[in-house]
């Protein structure tokens, strides 16, 4: 394997470009697009940066926040002050800044769709509207909407959902998250550099009535769409028995981000796992160990034991974590009611909004912590009731 394509210039594809020329492969990446406003919240976890800091050290314009304000109906809101900052960027600025740090490494990048991968007897011929290109092997990285039926992924419409929002002219300082009844996702409104992204993204909703939620959202709460550029884009969300079968390499290609489905099916961050697999994958195509034949099987095992595992069992939380009921409300009701009286579960959420908590040990810690947060429940219960002597009257 001397040639390699990277089909997408997303961060998936950039980053899969960047490692593969760095290590002297010749390296063609083709987007039609390349540095674009790809709708997204663009919020990059500290789980991402802190694997990969060029996330954080760079001179693209960001925002690092660290309030976030979650609410439910009925219940109110709750304040986490991250530990760690969410680092939010427009998705051209961080495209841009991906896809010249891959130029930089060596890669050649061609403004191009790719129509057409046709397997040939040693590599592809790719059909692009710039032409044919013959190549060894293929990265495909053309995101959520890949058309090339032959690569990537091959969900059903259940491992996918709906997002959608505004770019809203305004400025705040804080993240809101809003959870509604029955709605197996949530509505964001993240800062960025100069407007706000208000969204919504949810399972098994059709976008018109996901787009009705949001804006009676953001007339409850003064923010007005009028004039305000709308957004709307397919977010994989897999099923556990679709990450069991998840078509990701085959011979002679390997499918990293969302053309793979490497979403969370939780949260819907999709951006560390673009460039995890991005990482992976490049990590096994430059592997002097394994046969040509054998790399499908690798990556895939390493896709497993990094993260899959955890993302399938997130898939199966995430109906009991969105609809589930616990005590006659529901889990996001109790969950901001017991943010507000706990620290240890405030600090959990801390560790989720973080991506340092994984869903394979959350119950564990949850079962660890339960009589603690009981005690910080009750304890919080009294002491609000309580009137204190110097508070009551003369
Ligand atoms: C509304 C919304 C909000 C989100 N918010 C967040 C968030 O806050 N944080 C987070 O971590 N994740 C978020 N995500 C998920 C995140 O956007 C994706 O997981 C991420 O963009 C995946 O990167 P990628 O490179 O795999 O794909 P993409 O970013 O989609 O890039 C694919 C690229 O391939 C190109 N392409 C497609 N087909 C072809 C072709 N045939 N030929 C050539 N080029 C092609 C496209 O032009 C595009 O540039 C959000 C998603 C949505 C929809």
């Known amino acids: 394997m001397k040639r390699i394509a990277v089909l997408g210039g997303g961060p998936a594809g950039a980053f899969a470009a960047e490692r593969l020329a760095a290590a002297g492969l010749e390296t063609t990446l083709l987007d039609d697009r390349l540095a674009w406003e790809k709708p997204c919240g663009g919020g990059v976890t500290y789980k991402a940066y802190s694997r990969y800091p060029f996330l954080l050290r760079n001179d693209a314009p ?11 109906p009925r219940v109110g809101a709750a304040t986490l002050s991250l530990r760690q900052p969410l680092v939010i960027y427009s998705r051209y ?11 930089r490494a060596g890669a050649r990048i061609e403004k191009a769709r790719v129509h ?12 692009t509207s710039g032409g044919t290109l013959e190549t ?29 929002g505004y770019y809203v002219p305004a400025e705040q300082e804080h993240i809101d998250i809003q959870f509604l009844p029955a709605l197996e996702g949530y509505i964001w409104v993240f800062p960025r550099c100069g407007d706000l992204s208000v969204g919504i993204c949810g399972k098994g909703v059709p976008a018109p009535v996901l787009r009705a939620q949001l804006e009676a959202f953001m007339e409850e709460r003064g923010i007005s769409w009028k004039g305000a550029e709308f957004y709307g884009h397919l977010l994989p969300s897999l099923e556990t028995s679709a990450w069991r079968n998840n078509r990701v390499a085959g011979q002679g290609w390997m499918a ?3 053309a793979g489905g490497l979403v969370d099916p939780v949260t819907g961050e999709g951006l560390y796992y673009a460039l995890r697999s991005a990482d992976l994958a490049s990590q096994v195509v430059l592997s002097e160990t394994q046969a040509p034949a054998e790399k499908p099987r690798a990556y895939r095992a390493l896709l497993m034991r990094d993260f899959i595992v955890d993302l399938a069992f ?5 109906k009991r974590l969105f609809l589930g009921r ?7 009701q109790r969950m901001i009611q017991l943010m507000r009286s706990s620290p240890r579960f405030s600090s959990l959420m801390q560790d989720l909004f973080a991506g340092t908590q994984n869903y394979l040990t959350l119950k564990s810690r949850l079962l660890r912590n339960l009589h603690g947060t009981l005690l910080e429940t009750v ?3 009294l002491l609000s009731r309580t009137v204190l002597p110097s508070e009551g009257p003369l």
């Open 326 to 332: 616990l005590l006659f409300r529901s889990v996001p």
């Open 136 to 164: 060894d092997f293929c990265i495909a990285a053309t995101g959520a909407r890949n058309a090339l039926r032959n690569l990537g992924t091959q969900w059903t419409p259940s491992d996918t959902m709906y997002a959608l």
């Open 314 to 318: 997130g898939a199966g939380l995430a």
């Open 116 to 127: 057409e991968a046709t397997r040939t007897s040693d590599g592809w011929r790719l059909t």
């Open 62 to 72: 960001k925002r690092l926040v660290t309030q976030t304000v979650l609410s439910a």
């Open 256 to 258: 990293v981000g969302d």
């Open 93 to 103: 600025d961080l495209n841009r800044m991906m896809l010249e740090r891959a130029e």
């Open 379 to 381: 304890l919080d219960f």
